[in-house]
């Protein structure tokens, strides 16, 4: 049983840069495809906006530039009806239904996607979903107790709830790391495990950091069978509530803050319950206050 959390420690990887101010971007893509299912999972498929008989996508990127940050989601619904050759009837062999969305924003990341058929049967069909949300952005090492160029460390930790097939990935500078993956059979799908990881870093590194997460999903009809026909068959990819991102320093007491260049404060305390969890990555810096409330105490 793999733990819940997985702990990569990371030696003496210096991030500082002379990286320029990186504006953050945002992609969403959302994806059906109901010819080849297994593209959803190889990513061999290239969205292109549109829709035509058997696939329909919308993808686009959007930079967000400085001042207040904007959310972007990609949703898409496919619906196809299949007629084998000699059905002249007016009812399809099979109808195949999917839907797929995305989201983005500064320390989320949603994705989810349904896929389903039902019908009578015929020859083969299958449908497959994939939503894509990612995020680059450009942060600053601060601390309210450290000199600027003072050594720390700095904790990345990726939140995620949801089940079915996915993957999650976490970069800096360039250097990507898979986060995880997991896989979408059998029905339902495993789900994605918390990511946590540490860098050596100096308060004032500038970098850019870029995350991730894929979730994807197929069906099939081989085997159609009388219990199908009756139900159908369908499966989903979950990760609507998901992924959080918190950075900041692996010492509370240090002050230690990550923030983009548009004001936005990465959170860097417990995880809260995910209701709760964007009202605290939006302006609680509680580590801050607290540092500014010690310095004062001292000063009187």
Not at 111 to 131: C, H, K, L, P, Y
Not at 214 to 228: K, L, Q
Not at 283 to 291: H, K
Request: glycine share 12%.
């Amino acid at each position: 049983m793999p733990s819940k959390y997985l702990r990569v420690g990371v030696a003496a990887l210096w991030l500082t840069t002379s990286l320029s101010a990186i504006a953050a971007a945002v992609q969403v893509e959302a994806f059906i495809v109901s010819t080849n299912a297994d593209n959803v999972v190889t990513n061999s498929t290239i969205c292109t906006p549109g829709s035509t008989l058997t696939t329909e996508c919308v993808s686009f990127t959007q930079f967000i530039g400085h001042g207040l940050p904007t959310a972007d989601t990609g949703t898409v619904t496919h619906l196809r009806s299949t007629f084998d050759d000699g059905n002249g009837s007016q009812v399809p062999n099979f109808v195949l239904n999917g839907r797929a969305r995305a989201f983005a924003d500064f320390g989320q990341l949603h994705a989810s996607t349904f896929v389903q058929i039902q019908g009578a049967g015929g020859n083969d069909v299958t449908i497959g979903g994939r939503a894509v949300a990612n995020l680059t952005d450009s942060v600053t090492v601060h601390s309210s107790v450290l000199p600027v160029g003072s050594p720390v460390t700095v904790k990345v930790k990726m939140d995620v709830s949801g089940t079915g097939g996915g993957r999650m990935s976490f970069g800096i500078n360039g250097v990507a790391q898979r986060a995880g993956v997991s896989d979408d059979f059998p029905v339902g799908g495993d789900a994605l495990e918390d990511f946590e990881i540490t860098y050596d870093a100096k308060v004032g590194d500038k970098f850019q950091v870029v995350y991730g997460l894929t979730a994807y999903t197929r069906m099939f009809s081989s085997g159609w069978g009388p219990i199908d026909v009756l139900n159908g068959r369908n499966n989903s990819s979950d990760y609507g509530n998901s992924v959080y991102l918190y950075m900041g320093g692996l010492d509370p007491s240090l002050g230690v803050t990550l923030q983009n260049d548009n004001g936005f404060t990465y959170a860097t305390s417990a995880v809260p319950e995910p209701g709760a969890a964007w009202l605290l990555l939006t302006g609680l810096p509680l580590l801050a206050w607290r540092a500014r409330r010690r310095q004062g105490t001292s000063a009187g």
